[in-house]
């Protein structure tokens, strides 16, 4: 069963628009909702993240939207760049029963297109 | 500062054989993960490793195990590999609750 939905699969976007990535969950145990970035050939990194407190945080070009009623969290990514195609996970956790680990949704891939 | 070091970068074994991939945490950083990412999915969560002790594991088989050093860093180690069992393996290091910092990870072939 996974835990966290992830829509789109795949994402094209012309540079300067918005792309925007949705994710879904079931366990409303979770408190702690990263996004991460992955290049090829590396490792994930933390973009940005929210617990379930506030319905919205910036850093930048990034935001996350956070809807607890409805279980979805969404990354919006303002004037796209190219150099912002990459792979983006949603992710989830619960920080407050022990630190869980991270459960991933399938991913997200992000082409910018000039 | 180095970030998490993973070590080899790309591995080929055949079916049966045993495998061992190595981490170094980042400096600092004392609880070990491991993730499996296969090729166009999530990574999905392997064991945790702090004070030496596997802490919490996903559902993985016991062919999947490791190993934490006095020094942090960590081994996976698989045995009797299987084809399913190619993908990139992905190391990453914490210190109590805080950020999540991943390795580039190891790509294992199992031909």
């Known amino acids: 069963q996974q835990q966290v939905k992830q829509s789109p699969q795949s994402l094209i976007v012309q540079k300067g628009g918005i792309s925007i990535i949705n994710c879904a969950y079931e366990?409303?145990?979770?408190?702690?909702f990263p996004w991460y970035q992955q290049f090829p050939g590396k490792g994930p990194a933390l973009l940005i993240a929210i617990r379930p407190d506030v319905s919205e945080k910036k850093e930048g070009r990034f935001t996350i939207s956070f809807n607890k009623s409805a279980k979805q969290f969404s990354l919006h990514i303002m004037d796209s760049q190219p150099g912002d195609s990459a792979t983006y996970f949603c992710?989830?956790?619960?920080?407050?029963?022990?630190?869980?680990?991270?459960?991933f949704g399938k991913g997200t891939r992000l082409s910018v297109i000039a | 500062d180095a970030g998490v070091t993973q070590s080899p970068t790309h591995l080929i074994k055949t079916r049966g054989q045993q495998v061992t991939l190595r981490c170094s945490p980042k400096s600092g950083h004392d609880t070990v993960s491991w993730y499996q990412q296969a090729l166009g999915q999530g990574p999905q969560f392997i064991f945790q490793?702090?004070?030496?002790?596997?802490?919490q594991r996903g559902n993985f088989p016991d062919r999947f195990s490791g190993h934490q050093y006095p020094n942090y860093s960590s081994e996976l180690n698989v045995n009797a590999l299987l084809l399913g069992d190619s993908a990139l393996y992905l190391c990453a290091s914490m210190r109590g609750n805080e950020k999540l910092f991943f390795g580039s990870g190891t790509q294992l072939s199992v031909l």
């Open positions: 366990n409303t145990a979770f408190d702690y």
């Open positions: 992710a989830a956790l619960t920080l407050n029963s022990g630190n869980t680990p991270l459960v």
């Open positions: 490793y702090y004070e030496e002790e596997e802490r």
